[in-house]
């Protein structure tokens, strides 16, 4: 497996009957989650449509285009910024994706982009959310200014739902290109369909093998994803109200944050199915391997047992090496010669073993490399287990009560009625 799943000194969890029942259970949701035609993310996997849709718009594009600037919040623009992350610097075309709407961030990302060299492509399934709609006017104007409203709406793309909202209406009235997030699919798992698909293509990205990664994880990690929901089941309800996240690359540090808004927005929930009100969730933070180890550490091995760990490595690399330099010094020179991926490694290690001293409960999640087949890997591994949690939950995980309530009431203060 490209990613193993290593539960260390919980491993005999998987022996106890509680487990047992719990499997059968989450074997049979994942079934039911992947058998489902109205729960449309497990059939990513296998739509290549959605690379041809961007290829077509990408030939329709205009010519000496090198910036793709990507407009969207939450679902509509983390799985673009986590990929973008892992190749950003291996690109063709650079990717900004602005999923904020900080006054000083707006002016500073104004004066980067040449309007000239650059594409906008605003994306929001309900097509009404304030901030892209607010940096779409904002960064549509500026073109407009400069290049004349022809040009620009040449270079526009729209990302919305096929039928409703007022983006797909603004769409037809200005003859805009678009593209269609599937209905059947929300947000934080729309990540292999236009709503990522597109951006990554015309950036340069290889997401046939994303595609190709997330089918294989399909057909072989079913096993891998029910685990990872069992334990977030039986640590959550037995106690463990925050889920931490150490993620020891600095490339996949936008996968952790991907990960906490499906985890939160999928799990973090008021009532059950059946109405009954339950309010549940476990708190995600994300932790920064080795950095957060000198700043949260300290809490976690010694503070309140309320945690479940999740930590997350690459396997260990030779590839950048700590050179002989003041080794007259002997309190250095056991430093000389590992490389820095050893460094890394060893010190994951001596995290986990320290909270494993104190019987926190700590999970490895290791990857060989990062690679567009892996990536795809990661998110079909983790949207699953996400959804299957859910059902073990007996909650919806594929609503957001919560925000849309924030998103009205946001709106209604801005005016709108
Ligand atoms: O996962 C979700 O559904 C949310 O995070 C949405 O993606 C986010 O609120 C943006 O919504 P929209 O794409 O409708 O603008």
């Not at 005999?12 to 489902?36: G, P, R, V, W």
């Not at 602005?98 to 990302?109: G, Y």
């Not at 079913?222 to 600095?250: H, L």
């Amino acid at each position: 497996m490209a990613i193993k799943l290593d539960l260390r000194r919980l491993e005999a969890i998987k022996s106890t009957d509680h487990f047992k029942i719990l499997k059968d259970k989450a074997l049979k949701y994942a079934k039911e989650i992947e058998n489902d035609n109205s729960i449309g993310f497990t059939h990513l996997p296998e739509t290549s449509r959605y690379i041809e849709d961007a290829e077509t718009i990408s030939l329709k594009l205009p010519d000496g285009i090198d910036t793709l600037l990507v407009l969207g919040i939450g679902g509509s623009a983390l799985g673009t910024k986590m990929i973008a992350n892992c190749f950003g610097e291996h690109l063709k075309r650079r990717l900004i994706v602005l999923d904020n709407v900080d006054p000083d961030t707006v002016k500073s990302i104004s004066k980067k982009i040449n309007p000239q060299k650059t594409c906008i492509n605003v994306i929001s399934k309900s097509g009404s959310t304030v901030e892209p709609i607010s940096l779409f006017k904002y960064f549509f104007n500026l073109f407009r200014e400069n290049l004349g409203e022809v040009e620009a709406l040449k270079r526009t793309v729209i990302t919305t739902d096929p039928e409703k909202g007022n983006l797909r209406k603004l769409a037809t009235s200005f003859n805009i290109l678009t593209l269609e997030v599937p209905q059947n699919v929300g947000g934080r798992f729309s990540v292999l369909t236009p709503v990522g698909i597109f951006p990554l293509y015309y950036a340069g990205v290889d997401v046939s093998s994303i595609l190709r990664g997330a089918l294989k994880q399909k057909k072989e990690g079913v096993e891998q994803a029910i685990t990872g929901s069992i334990v977030d089941y039986m640590f959550y309800t037995g106690g463990k109200n925050i889920k931490v996240m150490f993620i020891y690359s600095d490339r996949l540090y936008t996968f952790g944050e991907w990960y906490l808004q499906l985890f939160a927005e999928s799990l973090g929930k008021k009532v059950k199915k059946n109405g009954e009100e339950i309010r549940i969730g476990a708190t995600g933070v994300l932790a920064k391997g080795v950095t957060d180890q000198h700043s949260q550490v300290q809490l976690y091995k010694e503070g309140p047992d309320d945690k479940l760990f999740v930590f997350f490595r690459l396997e260990k690399k030779h590839d950048v090496i700590i050179p002989p330099a003041f080794d007259q010094d002997k309190g250095f020179s056991y430093l000389t010669g590992k490389t820095f991926g050893e460094l890394m490694f060893a010190e994951c290690e001596g995290t986990i073993q320290a909270l494993e001293n104190d019987g926190r409960p700590v999970i490895l999640y290791e990857m060989d490399e990062i690679t567009p087949e892996n990536m795809g890997r990661l998110i079909y591994l983790f949207e699953l287990q996400t959804a299957v949690a859910g059902f073990l939950y007996g909650i919806d995980p594929f609503n957001q009560p919560g925000v849309e309530e924030g998103k009205t009431i946001a709106k209604k203060l801005l005016g709108y009625n």
